[in-house]
């Protein structure tokens, strides 16, 4: 019996360490856990806009001249355009529209993109800076001396080399004469002024000031044979997580003839900057 108290005794101690163990593991394991990190904020936008309603008729009459020239049914068929094909309209859709005169077809398509990080420590707007930023790379602008890099707000070094094809396109070979190369050339995505005859400092392929958060304008022309030059303008911009891209071309019927690189340039920076304020409604 005299043993019994310091085999009481002995217990209680050990119950009493198993207790304070149990107290230090759990202060222990607080402490090495990871911090809580917050979600990067979402983008802006959460819905696109139906891309065949985006454009007013006014405006693709203005856009696509031999529509109006096509008895009422067809003028209405033409105007109505055609959907891209997609699979989830709430991250991209896009629409296109083609008319033919006796003198050039023009053709006409806009693209939204809505862009979604799935890393919760990117933001839906970061993601879509990356992914205007290849784009933009893609395009092969030419960039003069002290221009800032649109994705780190850096300064950037001059690019080498001429300016490529749309941003969805491989760019296309950039002969050194003008654009009007003899009829056996590849392509030639060298902007002549109105009449075809030479470059255009303005009209070459650059970015743009005052459109979304950032965009850029590419123009090609291209003929391969004998067949009439086409010239397609592009014009990409981002706002917030949305990416916009307007494609507009032309070709003429006439061989010789060179698209004006100008008004197509002007128009494809018109309705970019009508697409902008309409996401901004």
């Known amino acids: 019996m005299a043993y019994v108290p310091g085999v009481a005794l002995l217990a209680a101690l050990v119950a009493g360490c198993s207790a304070g163990s149990d107290a230090d593991d759990t202060r ?12 990067a904020p979402p983008g802006k936008y959460r819905t696109l806009p139906e891309s065949c309603r985006a454009v007013p008729r006014s ?3 203005d856009l696509l001249p031999g529509a109006a020239e096509l008895p009422e049914e067809q003028q209405e068929k033409v105007y109505e355009g055609t959907a891209t094909v997609t699979y989830d309209t709430d991250r991209k859709v896009g629409c296109r529209w083609k008319s033919d ?20 420590a990117v933001s839906d707007d970061d993601r879509a800076r990356e992914v205007y930023a290849a784009q933009e790379d893609a395009a092969d602008l030419p960039a003069a001396s002290g221009t800032t890099d649109v994705a780190s707000g850096t300064p950037g070094p001059p690019a080498s080399g001429s300016p490529g094809g749309p941003a969805s396109a491989t760019p296309s070979a950039k002969p050194s004469g003008d654009a009007g190369n003899d009829a056996g050339s590849d392509s030639s995505t060298d902007p002549g002024d109105a009449t075809g005859t030479g470059p255009d400092e303005e009209l070459r392929p650059r970015l743009l000031d005052g459109l979304g958060d950032a965009a850029f304008l590419d123009d ?6 004998s067949t009439a030059q086409h010239r397609t303008v592009s014009v990409v911009f981002r706002t ?7 494609l507009y071309s032309e070709q003429p019927a006439v061989v010789a003839k060179v ?4 008004e197509l340039q002007d128009k494809a920076q018109a309705l970019a900057r009508r697409l902008a304020d309409t996401l901004n409604e």
């Open 220 to 225: 090609v022309l291209t003929r391969a044979g």
């Open 240 to 246: 917030s997580n949305v990416i916009v891209t307007v």
């Open 59 to 61: 405006t693709l009459r």
């Open 101 to 120: 005169a006796p003198d050039a077809s023009r053709n006409l398509s806009i693209d939204f993109e809505r862009v979604v990080s799935y890393d919760p």
């Open 28 to 39: 222990a394991d607080s402490k090495a856990g990871s911090p809580t990190v917050s979600a």
């Open 259 to 262: 698209p004006d690189s100008r």
